[in-house]
DNA sequence: TTCCGGGTTT
DNA sequence: AAACCGGGAA
């Protein structure tokens, strides 16, 4: 429990340690399968600004209300709330939404209806509902719990590979990245790496993400956290505000001004 | 692999 | 009106 005592988990590091926990050679084969110029250089410039990465998180990262939450199932009930959806709408609603439904059971046995109108303002209700009572039903089977095994989250809890390694990741503390839009795209970014359609279900960029994820409950938390919120605040899809950035230094991006 | 779902924000 | 967003189903 000791990392999520600080919603973003350990901000500092040094580069020795990063080093003793980072797949330093995965990713520069990944980057190297790929075509990436230079991925030796790409990787280790990449891994100089990690630090700086995670000091701007605990300065600038955003303090949501799930991230300081610690129960497996209230994880996995903001992360479908969180699909495809903005963050800010989900904290509008999260107060409700928790208050109402505080476990699997409370949910299962509260009125559909009621269900239906708190999600509704995120929109996606029918999935949404579906996916959460469906969970519920299976989380209501073992007293209350959420299984801490990726094949056992999946399928099962109808969630993919995002949502399911976010509760291993925010609940569990099992070490590992994170693929949506944002951190695609960041990597995309830094390492001049030419994304696929739906980078989200591609397994190189799953790869290369969890190859430069720390080995490190704590520091993972961080990890992925930062590249979400640098997604989100700095390095948006438009109009990137690269002079903030902390990865500017070894991003492809940020030193040639477009891609 | 592609297609679609659904609100809110811009 | 168009953009924003993961995952299941076609």
Known sequence: ????????GRTTTTLDEL???VDVTDAKRVLNSI???KPDKAV??????MPTLLAWLDEHGRDYPWRRASDPWQIYASEILLQRTRSDAVADIYPEFFAQFPSARCLLEADEEDLRSIVHPLGFVNHRVRTLRE???LCAEVQDEVPADLEALQ???RVGPYTARACLLFAFDQPMALVDTNTARIVGRVFDYPLPE???KSTRVQRLLDALAPDNPALARAFNLALLDLGALVCTSENPNCPACPLAEGCEYAQTGDV
């Open 1 to 8: 429990m000791t990392s999520t005592d600080h919603p973003f």
């Open 155 to 157: 399928q099962p809890w």
């Open 35 to 37: 075509g990436v110029a």
């Open 135 to 137: 969970a519920a039903e």
């Open 198 to 200: 739906q980078p989200h």
């Open 19 to 21: 080093h003793g926990c």
């Open 44 to 49: 280790e410039g990449f891994l100089d600004q």
